[in-house]
Protein backbone atom coordinates (compact mmCIF):
# COMPACT_ATOMS: atom_id res chain seq x y z
CA UNK A 1 0.00 0.00 0.00
CA UNK A 2 0.82 3.39 -0.77
CA UNK A 3 1.81 5.86 2.21
CA UNK A 4 -0.15 9.14 1.34
CA UNK A 5 2.34 11.02 2.78
CA UNK A 6 4.94 9.69 0.29
CA UNK A 7 4.88 12.36 -2.76
CA UNK A 8 6.93 10.57 -4.41
CA UNK A 9 4.86 7.58 -4.77
CA UNK A 10 3.77 5.80 -8.11
CA UNK A 11 1.64 3.58 -9.37
CA UNK A 12 2.29 1.74 -12.99
CA UNK A 13 -0.28 -0.12 -14.98
CA UNK A 14 0.86 -2.08 -17.21
CA UNK A 15 -2.00 -2.86 -19.55
CA UNK A 16 -1.58 -6.69 -19.65
CA UNK A 17 1.42 -7.16 -16.55
CA UNK A 18 0.95 -5.88 -13.48
CA UNK A 19 -0.81 -3.28 -11.52
CA UNK A 20 0.58 -2.44 -8.00
CA UNK A 21 2.46 0.43 -5.75
CA UNK A 22 5.55 1.65 -6.69
CA UNK A 23 7.36 4.44 -5.99
CA UNK A 24 9.03 7.37 -8.16
CA UNK A 25 13.00 7.80 -8.03
CA UNK A 26 12.64 10.85 -9.71
CA UNK A 27 10.31 12.79 -11.90
CA UNK A 28 10.39 15.64 -14.73
CA UNK A 29 7.90 17.08 -16.85
CA UNK A 30 9.26 14.58 -19.87
CA UNK A 31 9.42 11.28 -17.84
CA UNK A 32 10.33 9.41 -14.50
CA UNK A 33 12.28 6.85 -13.46
CA UNK A 34 10.29 4.18 -11.03
CA UNK A 35 11.49 1.72 -8.79
CA UNK A 36 9.35 -1.70 -9.66
CA UNK A 37 9.44 -4.29 -7.02
CA UNK A 38 8.04 -7.37 -9.02
CA UNK A 39 10.81 -9.65 -10.08
CA UNK A 40 9.27 -11.46 -13.10
CA UNK A 41 8.44 -8.77 -15.51
CA UNK A 42 11.53 -8.82 -17.59
CA UNK A 43 9.63 -10.23 -20.43
CA UNK A 44 7.24 -7.92 -20.55
CA UNK A 45 10.10 -5.28 -20.38
CA UNK A 46 11.93 -6.82 -23.24
CA UNK A 47 9.16 -6.40 -25.68
CA UNK A 48 10.10 -3.67 -28.60
CA UNK A 49 7.54 -0.26 -27.64
CA UNK A 50 6.76 -1.27 -24.55
CA UNK A 51 3.85 0.84 -23.30
CA UNK A 52 3.16 1.92 -19.87
CA UNK A 53 -0.11 3.69 -18.38
CA UNK A 54 0.87 5.49 -15.17
CA UNK A 55 -1.51 7.17 -12.71
CA UNK A 56 0.72 9.48 -10.56
CA UNK A 57 -0.03 10.17 -7.22
CA UNK A 58 0.92 14.13 -6.57
CA UNK A 59 -0.47 16.43 -3.51
CA UNK A 60 -3.77 17.14 -4.58
CA UNK A 61 -4.61 14.11 -6.37
CA UNK A 62 -3.94 12.02 -9.44
CA UNK A 63 -2.33 12.15 -12.60
CA UNK A 64 -2.43 10.18 -15.88
CA UNK A 65 0.90 9.91 -18.05
CA UNK A 66 0.63 7.58 -21.25
CA UNK A 67 4.64 6.52 -21.36
CA UNK A 68 7.18 4.57 -23.35
CA UNK A 69 9.89 2.42 -21.64
CA UNK A 70 12.96 4.23 -22.54
CA UNK A 71 15.59 2.28 -20.36
CA UNK A 72 15.62 -0.88 -17.57
CA UNK A 73 17.75 -2.09 -15.14
CA UNK A 74 17.35 -5.29 -12.93
CA UNK A 75 17.75 -4.59 -9.04
CA UNK A 76 19.45 -7.12 -7.47
CA UNK A 77 20.22 -8.19 -3.85
CA UNK A 78 22.45 -10.88 -2.94
CA UNK A 79 22.55 -11.89 -6.93
CA UNK A 80 18.63 -12.37 -7.02
CA UNK A 81 16.90 -9.85 -9.15
CA UNK A 82 14.39 -8.20 -5.98
CA UNK A 83 12.72 -5.59 -8.99
CA UNK A 84 13.50 -3.21 -11.86
CA UNK A 85 14.27 0.49 -11.95
CA UNK A 86 12.62 1.57 -15.31
CA UNK A 87 12.58 4.98 -16.80
CA UNK A 88 9.61 5.80 -18.95
CA UNK A 89 9.36 8.81 -21.45
CA UNK A 90 5.64 10.52 -21.07
CA UNK A 91 4.05 10.61 -24.55
CA UNK A 92 0.33 11.53 -23.86
CA UNK A 93 -0.67 13.62 -20.91
CA UNK A 94 -3.15 16.13 -20.45
CA UNK A 95 -2.28 19.85 -20.33
CA UNK A 96 -4.35 19.51 -16.84
CA UNK A 97 -1.83 17.15 -15.66
CA UNK A 98 1.49 18.34 -17.34
CA UNK A 99 0.55 21.39 -15.38
CA UNK A 100 0.71 19.61 -12.30
CA UNK A 101 3.62 17.45 -12.89
CA UNK A 102 5.46 20.35 -13.88
CA UNK A 103 4.84 22.33 -11.25
CA UNK A 104 5.72 19.40 -9.04
CA UNK A 105 9.26 18.18 -10.55
CA UNK A 106 10.07 22.51 -10.13
CA UNK A 107 9.38 22.67 -6.56
CA UNK A 108 12.35 22.27 -4.44
CA UNK A 109 10.54 21.38 -1.54
CA UNK A 110 9.04 18.19 -3.79
CA UNK A 111 11.94 16.14 -2.11
Not at 32 to 43: E, F, N, R
Request: aromatic share 6%; net charge neutral.
Amino acid sequence: MINPDDRRSLRQQAKGAISRPHQTRDISETGAGVIVSASKIKHYLSRKNCRIDLVIELPGGSVRAESVLARFQPLEEGGVIKGYFIGVSFTKVSDEDQARIVQFATNDDAD
